[in-house]
């Protein structure tokens, strides 16, 4: 396909088309050859609006938002009406947590949204990303507020689940719990997602106990379901079942071997507290040879290299985790692994920005104590 498709360009240079397919199927091995590409299109041909979206997208996809934000943003200029692009700028910004410009691009884009006579299919994923934006500075209700606004559809329950989670994190357990037992599943795919929205909700409160038996009164009825059975692994951890933990991982992956998560979370938990380092190492590459650039299993390979003492490589893999996604939890990786390798100030600025975002994050509340970090 790729052979092909150069042949297109080839034949046309100023296609669009030839542009577009040939950076999408260069993405997956060749991220950086993929944007390259895109930026000669633009250079030859400084007009095309499509293929400024593509390489915003492009850069988005492995964490350049600031990259990612000046292609939209030149795409924007070139066509100001263009709804997707205002729907990117804001939703780059969200995940570059640049909260008040994305507040205004995606308001802006629902401002123009609303005019047009069909709600557009992007208008959930502005008020999801609005959403985020509130629960990330802990403004539970205002978040709510956006999600109320998902009418009923493929994303309803996702909302919903949302709107139960936040309850939760504002000391209102029973009400998100009531919630939650009252929604309507339509198959049983919906059904497992509640139970195990409920169990989020229960171990965000870390109420551990509870959750882990919601999650086995699930299993009672659908006892093969991945999903459950990954979310039990975990919950079960949590009490201190570890050899179940363990167990219920591996059948995970025997029931979804292509799937990266039970990889990743057997590799991190081997690597984080045990000695069995070779064995992590062997389930962590496998997850990310089924996901190269998802955050979480960048992490638990930069944290199984400081496992193993090699912090310089520990550092290159966690930073690059942390600018794809600033989780509290990578932060609290990334810091620690600075702080033991003389760089405490830059620990320190981590870990800062780590606790602003999530004072109340397990791991990062476990590696500050452990080095007496106070915030």
Known sequence: ALTEARAAMA????????????????????????????????????????????????????????????????????????????????????????????????????????????????????????????????RFDEANAYL?????????????TR??????????????????HALPARDADEEQSLVMAEAQVLREARHYREAFEVLEGGLKI??????????????????????????TLRRVITLKPGEPQAYNALGYWLADTTARLDEAEVLIEKALSLAPDDAFIIDSMGWLQYRRGRNDRAIALLERAYRIKPDPEIGAHLGEVYWVSGMRDKAEIVWRAAHARDPENETLAQTLARYTVKF
């Open 148 to 160: 109320d606004r998902i009418e009923p559809g493929e994303r309803y329950l996702d909302a919903q």
């Open 222 to 247: 659908w006892p093969d379901a991945p999903a459950l059975l990954y979310d039990y692994a975990l919950a079960a951890e949590k009490v201190e079942r570890t050899e179940l933990m363990e167990a």
């Open 11 to 138: 034949i046309e240079p100023a296609s669009e088309i030839a542009a577009l397919t040939t950076s999408r199927l260069l993405l997956a091995k060749s991220p950086g050859e993929a944007a390259r590409l895109l930026q000669d299109f633009i250079d030859r041909n400084p007009k095309t609006v499509e293929v400024r979206i593509a390489l915003g997208r492009t850069f988005a996809t492995h964490g350049e938002y600031l990259a990612a934000h000046e292609a939209l943003a030149e795409a924007g200029k070139l066509d100001p009406a263009n709804l997707e692009v205002l729907l990117l700028l804001g939703l780059v910004s969200a995940q570059a947590h640049d909260y008040a410009n994305a507040t205004r691009e995606l308001q802006g884009y629902l401002d123009a949204a609303g005019k047009l006579e069909e709600r557009p299919e992007g208008v959930d994923s502005a008020l999801f990303a609005l959403a985020t934006v509130a629960e990330d500075q802990h």
């Open 163 to 180: 709107i139960a989670r936040n309850l939760a994190r504002s000391n209102r357990l029973d009400d998100a719990r009531t919630l939650l």
